[in-house]
């Protein structure tokens, strides 16, 4: 089964830069997912974007898909030390499976 | 609402031995999954239940077992335990279709099998 290969593995910035996270995959995907893991919230849902749709927002994240060139970006704008967190993409593949990639280590130093 | 809770939080078991994790999803929600993390191998899969129906599963041998109750709460079991079992174990519920919808993750059962 595919998994999403994200890129980079750890990333490091200074609070109020922008971080880009890429996700790529391999075949078809229903949607795929954004989410974020730190010790003290757990695993939450960010973003779910559709095979269908390019572009969503939610506060300062944006994601993009490109089903062409078969990834997605999460980009967090203006970031803080609260987003210091792993990110995950998860592909939703057909046949109903939910497929993790290995994440990217987010550090935001203040 | 209440968030998804899983019980128990952590759980030290001996090679061989058997153990059943629980999960009570959002009021609501009627689909479960569950995921092993671990350091090697990340998040990975186990399976998905609806309406008491095991829908899809992963790639895990069959000493994986879940199951779904009526009140949509669900039991993960793992019989006899080897050292590599030893992982974070995650259940999130969601609404609707599933899978195909944002998922709400349970702050995990840690198991460590000794």
């Known amino acids: 089964s595919q998994q999403g290969e994200e890129d980079p593995q750890a990333l490091s910035i200074q609070e109020g830069e922008n971080a880009t996270m890429n996700c790529s995959y391999k075949t078809s995907i229903n949607n795929l997912q954004w989410y974020r893991q730190n010790s003290g919230r757990g695993l939450v849902h960010l973003i779910l974007?559709?095979?269908?749709?390019r572009e969503k927002h939610s506060g300062r994240l944006r994601v993009t898909l490109d089903t062409s060139k078969k990834s997605s970006s999460l980009l967090i704008t203006a970031s803080r030390a609260a987003d210091t967190a792993s990110y995950f993409c998860a592909i939703m593949e057909y046949g109903n499976k939910l497929v993790f990639g290995a994440g990217t280590i987010l550090r935001v130093k203040s | 609402k209440a968030g998804v809770t899983q019980t128990p939080r952590y759980l030290i078991k001996t090679r061989g031995q058997q153990v059943t994790l629980s999960c009570s999803p959002i009021?609501?929600?009627?689909?479960v999954s569950w995921y092993q993390q671990t350091p090697g191998q990340g998040l990975q899969f186990l399976f998905e239940?609806?309406?008491?129906?095991?829908?899809n599963k992963g790639n895990f041998p069959g000493r994986f077992s879940g199951r779904q109750f009526s009140n949509s709460r669900s039991e993960m079991n793992v019989s006899t335990l080897e050292l590599g079992d030893s992982a974070l174990y995650l259940c999130a519920s969601s609404s609707g279709g599933g899978l195909t919808y944002e998922q709400y993750f349970g702050p995990g059962t840690r198991l460590t099998v000794t």
């Open positions: 009021s609501g929600h009627r689909s």
């Open positions: 239940y609806f309406s008491e129906t095991q829908r």
């Open positions: 974007i559709r095979s269908n749709e």
